[in-house]
C-alpha cells in the first residue's frame, strides 16, 4: 500500500498549487479520501474531503471558495487545487484514505505561502 504526495512548494499570496495523491496497492475506488494539513505547532487539521465515487465533497470554512477536491478512479489519484493561497495556509498537507486512526496516510508535502 502506497499513498504519495506532491505538487507543493513555494507560492506568493494569491497564487495557486494543485496538489496530487497518488496511490496503489489497494482498492482505492472504495475509499474517501481526505486531505489534512499540519501548520507548524498546530494540530493536524481537516482541510477538505471526498466520497468514494467523487459526488460529495466537504471543506473547511476557511478554505471554502478557494480550494478544490477531486479524484480520478481511473488513474487512483486525488487533487487538490489551492487558489487565493494565503500565508495562514502554509502547512505540510497530507492525504489520508479511509478513516483518521486506521487508514493509510501519505508522508505530506509542504506548501509555503509567503512574498
Known amino acids: 500500500v502506497q499513498v504519495v504526495e506532491s505538487g507543493g512548494g513555494l507560492v506568493q499570496p494569491g497564487g495557486s498549487l494543485t496538489l496530487s495523491c497518488t496511490t496503489s496497492?489497494?482498492?482505492?475506488?472504495?475509499?474517501?479520501v481526505t486531505w489534512y494539513r499540519q501548520r507548524s505547532g498546530k494540530e493536524r487539521e481537516f482541510v477538505a474531503n471526498?466520497?468514494?465515487?467523487?459526488?460529495?465533497?466537504n471543506y473547511q470554512a476557511s478554505v471554502k471558495g478557494r480550494f478544490t477536491i477531486s479524484r480520478d478512479n481511473v488513474k487512483n489519484m486525488v487533487y487538490l487545487q489551492l487558489n487565493s493561497l494565503r500565508p495562514e495556509d502554509t502547512a505540510v498537507y497530507y492525504c489520508?484514505?479511509?478513516?483518521?486512526?486506521?487508514?493509510?496516510w501519505g508522508q505530506g508535502t509542504q506548501v509555503t505561502v509567503s512574498s
Open positions: 496497492g489497494f482498492s482505492f475506488s472504495n475509499y474517501g
Open positions: 489520508n484514505l479511509g478513516s483518521y486512526y486506521t487508514g493509510y
Open positions: 471526498i466520497n468514494s465515487g467523487g459526488e460529495s465533497t
